[in-house]
Protein backbone atom coordinates (compact mmCIF):
# COMPACT_ATOMS: atom_id res chain seq x y z
CA UNK A 1 0.00 0.00 0.00
CA UNK A 2 2.66 2.02 0.64
CA UNK A 3 3.40 2.27 -3.36
CA UNK A 4 0.24 4.51 -3.95
CA UNK A 5 1.21 6.91 -1.01
CA UNK A 6 4.59 7.69 -2.23
CA UNK A 7 3.68 11.10 -4.25
CA UNK A 8 0.68 12.67 -1.65
CA UNK A 9 2.95 14.95 0.19
CA UNK A 10 1.87 18.68 0.85
CA UNK A 11 2.41 21.23 -2.01
CA UNK A 12 0.61 21.17 -5.30
CA UNK A 13 2.27 19.68 -8.00
CA UNK A 14 4.26 21.39 -10.79
CA UNK A 15 2.28 21.87 -14.25
CA UNK A 16 3.82 19.76 -17.06
CA UNK A 17 5.60 21.75 -19.83
CA UNK A 18 6.27 18.57 -21.89
CA UNK A 19 4.12 19.84 -24.72
CA UNK A 20 5.29 23.40 -24.68
CA UNK A 21 8.06 22.54 -27.20
CA UNK A 22 4.88 20.83 -29.18
CA UNK A 23 3.04 24.06 -28.87
CA UNK A 24 6.13 26.12 -29.83
CA UNK A 25 6.45 23.59 -32.62
CA UNK A 26 2.90 24.37 -33.91
CA UNK A 27 3.37 28.46 -34.12
CA UNK A 28 6.93 28.17 -35.57
CA UNK A 29 5.38 25.95 -38.51
CA UNK A 30 2.54 28.29 -38.82
CA UNK A 31 4.69 31.11 -39.70
CA UNK A 32 6.99 29.30 -41.79
CA UNK A 33 4.06 28.54 -43.89
CA UNK A 34 2.47 31.88 -43.92
CA UNK A 35 5.19 33.97 -44.28
CA UNK A 36 7.77 34.77 -46.94
CA UNK A 37 11.27 36.10 -46.17
CA UNK A 38 12.00 39.79 -46.68
CA UNK A 39 13.72 40.41 -49.19
CA UNK A 40 14.07 44.23 -49.30
CA UNK A 41 14.10 45.89 -45.78
CA UNK A 42 11.36 48.83 -46.21
CA UNK A 43 12.65 52.50 -45.90
CA UNK A 44 9.63 54.01 -45.96
CA UNK A 45 5.69 53.88 -44.93
CA UNK A 46 3.70 51.50 -46.23
CA UNK A 47 -0.01 50.88 -45.17
CA UNK A 48 -1.32 50.07 -48.56
CA UNK A 49 -5.08 50.80 -49.80
CA UNK A 50 -7.68 48.52 -49.44
CA UNK A 51 -9.65 46.95 -52.41
CA UNK A 52 -11.99 44.01 -53.05
CA UNK A 53 -11.62 43.43 -56.79
CA UNK A 54 -8.60 42.29 -56.39
CA UNK A 55 -6.73 40.22 -58.67
CA UNK A 56 -3.31 37.06 -57.37
CA UNK A 57 -0.05 38.06 -59.15
CA UNK A 58 0.88 34.96 -59.90
CA UNK A 59 4.74 34.29 -60.83
CA UNK A 60 6.19 35.95 -57.79
CA UNK A 61 9.87 35.64 -59.37
CA UNK A 62 8.19 38.23 -62.50
CA UNK A 63 7.32 40.66 -60.46
CA UNK A 64 9.14 44.25 -59.72
CA UNK A 65 8.36 46.04 -56.77
CA UNK A 66 8.57 49.73 -56.35
CA UNK A 67 7.46 51.15 -53.39
CA UNK A 68 6.69 54.67 -52.28
CA UNK A 69 5.64 56.71 -49.33
CA UNK A 70 7.06 58.88 -46.61
CA UNK A 71 10.33 58.38 -44.82
CA UNK A 72 9.85 55.81 -42.48
CA UNK A 73 10.25 57.75 -38.69
CA UNK A 74 14.24 56.81 -38.23
CA UNK A 75 15.39 58.36 -41.55
CA UNK A 76 13.09 61.21 -41.65
CA UNK A 77 16.06 63.06 -39.62
CA UNK A 78 17.84 62.57 -43.00
CA UNK A 79 15.46 62.37 -45.47
CA UNK A 80 12.40 64.76 -44.00
CA UNK A 81 8.76 63.73 -45.01
CA UNK A 82 7.92 64.29 -48.32
CA UNK A 83 7.02 61.35 -49.84
CA UNK A 84 10.21 59.16 -51.95
CA UNK A 85 10.37 56.19 -54.12
CA UNK A 86 11.99 53.02 -52.93
CA UNK A 87 13.68 50.42 -54.93
CA UNK A 88 15.60 47.58 -53.93
CA UNK A 89 16.73 48.82 -50.71
CA UNK A 90 17.81 52.57 -51.33
CA UNK A 91 15.59 55.56 -51.94
CA UNK A 92 15.63 56.69 -55.47
CA UNK A 93 15.01 59.66 -57.44
CA UNK A 94 12.21 59.32 -60.19
CA UNK A 95 14.36 59.63 -62.65
CA UNK A 96 15.91 56.44 -61.46
CA UNK A 97 13.31 54.33 -62.16
CA UNK A 98 13.78 53.81 -65.94
CA UNK A 99 17.03 52.63 -64.91
CA UNK A 100 15.89 50.21 -62.36
CA UNK A 101 13.10 48.44 -64.92
CA UNK A 102 15.97 48.00 -67.86
CA UNK A 103 18.14 46.49 -64.91
CA UNK A 104 15.18 44.49 -63.92
CA UNK A 105 14.71 43.09 -67.49
CA UNK A 106 18.54 42.41 -67.86
CA UNK A 107 18.80 39.77 -65.14
CA UNK A 108 15.44 37.84 -66.10
CA UNK A 109 15.37 35.30 -69.49
CA UNK A 110 14.50 36.90 -72.82
CA UNK A 111 11.58 35.14 -73.10
CA UNK A 112 9.94 35.77 -70.14
CA UNK A 113 10.78 39.96 -70.30
CA UNK A 114 7.32 40.51 -71.67
CA UNK A 115 5.44 38.64 -68.35
CA UNK A 116 6.92 41.54 -66.34
CA UNK A 117 4.64 43.24 -64.21
CA UNK A 118 5.24 46.07 -62.01
CA UNK A 119 3.54 46.48 -58.38
CA UNK A 120 3.32 49.14 -57.11
CA UNK A 121 3.50 49.37 -53.33
CA UNK A 122 2.02 52.98 -52.48
CA UNK A 123 1.33 54.08 -49.05
CA UNK A 124 -2.24 54.96 -48.99
CA UNK A 125 -1.59 58.61 -47.50
CA UNK A 126 0.79 59.13 -50.94
CA UNK A 127 -0.22 61.93 -53.00
CA UNK A 128 -0.76 61.12 -56.54
CA UNK A 129 1.54 63.00 -58.11
CA UNK A 130 4.29 60.87 -57.11
CA UNK A 131 2.00 58.22 -58.09
CA UNK A 132 1.83 59.80 -61.48
CA UNK A 133 5.18 60.67 -62.08
CA UNK A 134 6.57 57.06 -61.63
CA UNK A 135 3.61 55.64 -64.03
CA UNK A 136 4.93 58.22 -66.47
CA UNK A 137 8.49 56.80 -66.12
CA UNK A 138 7.18 53.28 -66.63
CA UNK A 139 5.42 54.23 -69.41
CA UNK A 140 8.74 56.06 -70.63
CA UNK A 141 10.07 52.53 -69.74
CA UNK A 142 7.71 50.46 -71.71
CA UNK A 143 6.42 48.54 -68.62
CA UNK A 144 2.97 48.77 -69.03
CA UNK A 145 1.62 45.97 -67.01
CA UNK A 146 1.04 47.31 -63.58
CA UNK A 147 -0.59 46.08 -60.32
CA UNK A 148 -1.65 48.66 -57.76
CA UNK A 149 -0.87 45.99 -54.76
CA UNK A 150 -3.79 46.56 -52.46
CA UNK A 151 -5.31 44.74 -48.72
CA UNK A 152 -7.97 42.51 -49.52
CA UNK A 153 -10.87 44.77 -47.85
CA UNK A 154 -13.76 47.28 -48.60
CA UNK A 155 -12.63 50.15 -50.69
CA UNK A 156 -14.46 52.21 -48.25
CA UNK A 157 -11.99 51.90 -45.41
CA UNK A 158 -9.88 54.61 -47.92
CA UNK A 159 -11.63 57.71 -47.09
CA UNK A 160 -11.37 57.10 -43.16
CA UNK B 1 21.10 -10.34 -18.14
CA UNK B 2 18.79 -7.41 -17.17
CA UNK B 3 18.02 -4.97 -19.48
CA UNK B 4 19.78 -1.81 -19.32
CA UNK B 5 17.55 0.52 -20.49
CA UNK B 6 18.92 3.72 -22.74
CA UNK B 7 19.28 7.09 -20.99
CA UNK B 8 16.19 9.63 -20.88
CA UNK B 9 17.25 12.53 -23.31
CA UNK B 10 16.25 15.12 -21.52
CA UNK B 11 14.26 17.35 -23.98
CA UNK B 12 13.76 20.46 -21.00
CA UNK B 13 15.90 22.88 -23.37
CA UNK B 14 13.44 21.84 -26.53
CA UNK B 15 11.05 24.35 -26.06
CA UNK B 16 13.71 27.08 -25.47
CA UNK B 17 15.29 25.81 -29.12
CA UNK B 18 12.06 25.87 -30.86
CA UNK B 19 11.77 29.70 -29.21
CA UNK B 20 14.69 30.85 -30.51
CA UNK B 21 13.65 29.15 -34.16
CA UNK B 22 10.26 30.86 -34.29
CA UNK B 23 11.55 34.22 -33.16
CA UNK B 24 13.88 33.92 -36.63
CA UNK B 25 11.04 33.15 -38.27
CA UNK B 26 9.23 36.26 -36.48
CA UNK B 27 12.06 38.74 -37.41
CA UNK B 28 12.78 37.57 -41.06
CA UNK B 29 9.88 36.82 -43.13
CA UNK B 30 6.54 39.29 -43.70
CA UNK B 31 2.91 37.84 -44.65
CA UNK B 32 3.34 39.45 -48.21
CA UNK B 33 0.33 40.89 -49.88
CA UNK B 34 0.31 40.02 -53.45
CA UNK B 35 -2.65 41.02 -54.75
CA UNK B 36 -3.93 44.20 -56.46
CA UNK B 37 -5.78 45.83 -58.97
CA UNK B 38 -3.92 45.23 -62.45
CA UNK B 39 -3.99 47.69 -65.10
CA UNK B 40 -2.52 48.47 -68.51
CA UNK B 41 -0.82 51.58 -68.78
CA UNK B 42 -1.25 53.26 -72.55
CA UNK B 43 1.84 53.35 -74.09
CA UNK B 44 3.33 56.70 -75.02
CA UNK B 45 2.75 57.75 -78.70
CA UNK B 46 5.54 59.34 -80.00
CA UNK B 47 3.44 61.31 -83.21
CA UNK B 48 0.49 62.90 -81.57
CA UNK B 49 -2.33 62.60 -84.09
CA UNK B 50 -5.35 63.39 -82.60
CA UNK B 51 -7.52 60.22 -81.43
CA UNK B 52 -10.83 59.29 -83.24
CA UNK B 53 -13.56 61.81 -82.00
CA UNK B 54 -15.60 60.74 -79.40
CA UNK B 55 -19.23 61.65 -78.70
CA UNK B 56 -19.45 63.25 -75.60
CA UNK B 57 -22.13 61.08 -74.46
CA UNK B 58 -20.17 57.84 -74.72
CA UNK B 59 -17.52 59.47 -72.13
CA UNK B 60 -17.97 59.13 -68.46
CA UNK B 61 -15.74 61.67 -66.36
CA UNK B 62 -14.66 61.01 -63.21
CA UNK B 63 -12.36 63.61 -61.46
CA UNK B 64 -11.13 63.14 -57.80
CA UNK B 65 -9.85 66.12 -56.54
CA UNK B 66 -6.93 66.90 -53.80
CA UNK B 67 -10.26 67.40 -51.33
CA UNK B 68 -10.76 63.98 -51.77
CA UNK B 69 -14.28 64.96 -53.93
CA UNK B 70 -15.56 62.64 -56.70
CA UNK B 71 -16.96 64.75 -59.30
CA UNK B 72 -18.89 63.06 -62.37
CA UNK B 73 -19.14 64.79 -65.62
CA UNK B 74 -21.98 63.18 -67.58
CA UNK B 75 -25.27 64.15 -68.17
CA UNK B 76 -26.96 61.33 -66.26
CA UNK B 77 -25.46 62.73 -63.10
CA UNK B 78 -27.03 65.30 -61.33
CA UNK B 79 -25.36 65.37 -58.03
CA UNK B 80 -21.91 66.56 -57.54
CA UNK B 81 -19.83 65.95 -55.66
CA UNK B 82 -20.67 62.23 -55.71
CA UNK B 83 -20.58 59.91 -52.56
CA UNK B 84 -17.95 56.75 -53.51
CA UNK B 85 -21.24 54.63 -52.64
CA UNK B 86 -22.80 56.00 -55.60
CA UNK B 87 -20.22 55.86 -58.28
CA UNK B 88 -20.26 52.43 -58.64
CA UNK B 89 -24.32 51.94 -59.80
CA UNK B 90 -23.95 55.21 -62.02
CA UNK B 91 -20.86 53.89 -63.80
CA UNK B 92 -23.12 50.62 -64.21
CA UNK B 93 -25.75 52.97 -65.57
CA UNK B 94 -23.65 54.55 -68.18
CA UNK B 95 -21.97 51.58 -69.33
CA UNK B 96 -25.45 49.36 -69.43
CA UNK B 97 -27.17 52.07 -71.34
CA UNK B 98 -27.22 50.60 -74.85
CA UNK B 99 -28.63 54.20 -76.34
CA UNK B 100 -27.48 53.28 -79.96
CA UNK B 101 -29.38 52.24 -83.05
CA UNK B 102 -28.61 50.59 -86.04
CA UNK B 103 -25.05 49.78 -86.04
CA UNK B 104 -24.52 50.76 -82.58
CA UNK B 105 -27.31 48.93 -81.00
CA UNK B 106 -26.41 46.67 -78.18
CA UNK B 107 -28.74 43.55 -77.50
CA UNK B 108 -27.36 42.21 -74.10
CA UNK B 109 -27.50 45.50 -72.31
CA UNK B 110 -30.13 45.84 -69.92
CA UNK B 111 -30.08 50.16 -69.69
CA UNK B 112 -32.88 52.30 -69.71
CA UNK B 113 -31.92 53.62 -73.56
CA UNK B 114 -30.99 57.01 -72.60
CA UNK B 115 -30.29 58.71 -76.02
CA UNK B 116 -28.38 60.87 -73.71
CA UNK B 117 -25.87 58.68 -72.52
CA UNK B 118 -23.95 55.82 -74.03
CA UNK B 119 -24.47 54.18 -77.28
CA UNK B 120 -23.00 50.55 -76.40
CA UNK B 121 -20.31 49.62 -74.07
CA UNK B 122 -18.11 48.66 -76.50
CA UNK B 123 -17.81 52.82 -77.42
CA UNK B 124 -18.79 53.50 -73.79
CA UNK B 125 -15.08 54.84 -72.39
CA UNK B 126 -14.79 55.85 -68.33
CA UNK B 127 -11.95 58.61 -67.75
CA UNK B 128 -10.31 59.08 -64.51
CA UNK B 129 -8.76 62.03 -64.19
CA UNK B 130 -7.26 63.43 -60.37
CA UNK B 131 -5.45 66.79 -59.13
CA UNK B 132 -1.96 66.10 -57.82
CA UNK B 133 -2.46 66.54 -54.49
CA UNK B 134 -5.16 63.96 -54.88
CA UNK B 135 -4.39 60.90 -51.94
CA UNK B 136 -3.62 57.86 -53.50
CA UNK B 137 -6.22 56.02 -51.07
CA UNK B 138 -9.31 58.09 -52.30
CA UNK B 139 -7.59 57.01 -55.90
CA UNK B 140 -7.50 53.24 -55.49
CA UNK B 141 -11.22 52.92 -54.10
CA UNK B 142 -12.72 55.01 -56.92
CA UNK B 143 -10.56 53.11 -59.05
CA UNK B 144 -11.75 49.68 -57.24
CA UNK B 145 -15.38 50.90 -57.96
CA UNK B 146 -14.88 51.93 -61.26
CA UNK B 147 -13.53 47.97 -61.94
CA UNK B 148 -16.28 46.89 -59.63
CA UNK B 149 -18.43 47.87 -62.17
CA UNK B 150 -17.07 46.22 -65.02
CA UNK B 151 -17.26 43.27 -63.22
CA UNK B 152 -20.86 43.30 -62.01
CA UNK B 153 -21.69 43.53 -65.81
CA UNK B 154 -19.07 40.82 -67.08
CA UNK B 155 -20.75 38.43 -63.97
CA UNK B 156 -23.58 39.10 -65.08
CA UNK B 157 -23.33 38.54 -69.15
CA UNK B 158 -21.08 34.82 -68.40
CA UNK B 159 -24.27 34.00 -65.58
CA UNK B 160 -26.61 34.67 -68.39
CA UNK B 161 -24.43 32.92 -71.24
CA UNK B 162 -22.57 30.54 -69.01
CA UNK B 163 -24.15 30.24 -65.65
CA UNK B 164 -20.83 30.96 -64.14
CA UNK B 165 -19.17 34.23 -62.92
CA UNK B 166 -16.68 35.76 -65.16
CA UNK B 167 -14.49 36.66 -62.01
CA UNK B 168 -14.64 32.61 -61.39
CA UNK B 169 -13.65 31.74 -64.72
CA UNK B 170 -10.69 34.28 -64.66
CA UNK B 171 -9.68 32.88 -61.06
CA UNK B 172 -9.86 28.89 -62.98
CA UNK B 173 -8.11 30.26 -66.05
CA UNK B 174 -5.18 31.30 -63.56
CA UNK B 175 -5.31 28.22 -61.37
CA UNK B 176 -2.59 25.69 -62.88
CA UNK B 177 -4.31 22.76 -61.00
CA UNK B 178 -7.59 23.94 -63.36
CA UNK B 179 -8.76 20.71 -65.16
CA UNK B 180 -11.13 21.42 -67.89
CA UNK B 181 -10.53 22.88 -71.36
CA UNK B 182 -8.51 26.23 -70.86
CA UNK B 183 -9.19 27.11 -74.51
CA UNK B 184 -12.64 27.00 -74.27
CA UNK B 185 -12.42 28.83 -71.35
CA UNK B 186 -10.58 31.47 -72.74
CA UNK B 187 -12.38 32.06 -75.45
CA UNK B 188 -15.51 32.58 -72.80
CA UNK B 189 -13.69 35.10 -71.68
CA UNK B 190 -12.44 36.97 -74.34
CA UNK B 191 -16.27 36.85 -75.43
CA UNK B 192 -17.09 38.32 -72.32
CA UNK B 193 -14.13 40.61 -72.30
CA UNK B 194 -15.52 41.79 -75.90
CA UNK B 195 -18.72 42.41 -74.51
CA UNK B 196 -17.75 45.05 -71.75
CA UNK B 197 -14.37 45.62 -72.55
CA UNK B 198 -12.76 47.73 -70.17
CA UNK B 199 -12.42 50.84 -71.16
CA UNK B 200 -10.86 52.87 -68.48
CA UNK B 201 -8.16 55.73 -68.83
CA UNK B 202 -6.45 57.18 -66.43
CA UNK B 203 -5.29 60.32 -67.73
CA UNK B 204 -2.31 62.55 -66.63
CA UNK B 205 -3.25 64.52 -63.48
CA UNK B 206 -3.63 68.17 -64.51
CA UNK B 207 -0.88 70.72 -63.11
Request: net charge negative; glycine share 4%.
Amino acid sequence: MSKFKKNKGGGTPGISTASLPDIVFMLLFFFMVVTVMRDTSLKVKNILPFADQVEKLEKKDLVMYIYAGKPSPRYQDQYGTEARVQLNDNYAKISDIQQFIYQERQSKREELVKYLITALKVDKETNMGLVSDIKQELRKAEALKINYTTKQGDASLNLE
Amino acid sequence: MAKRSAPEVNAGSMADIAFLLLIFFLVTTTIETDSGISRKLPPIEENKEDPPPLKEKNIFIVLVNANEEIFVDHHIVKENPMKLEDLRAKAVEFLDNGGGTGDEACNYCQGTGDQESSDNPVKAVISLQNDRLTEYGTYIAVQNELVAAYNQLRNREAQRLYQVDFTEMEKAFKDPNYTGDKDKLKEKIEKIKDMYPQKLSEAEPKK
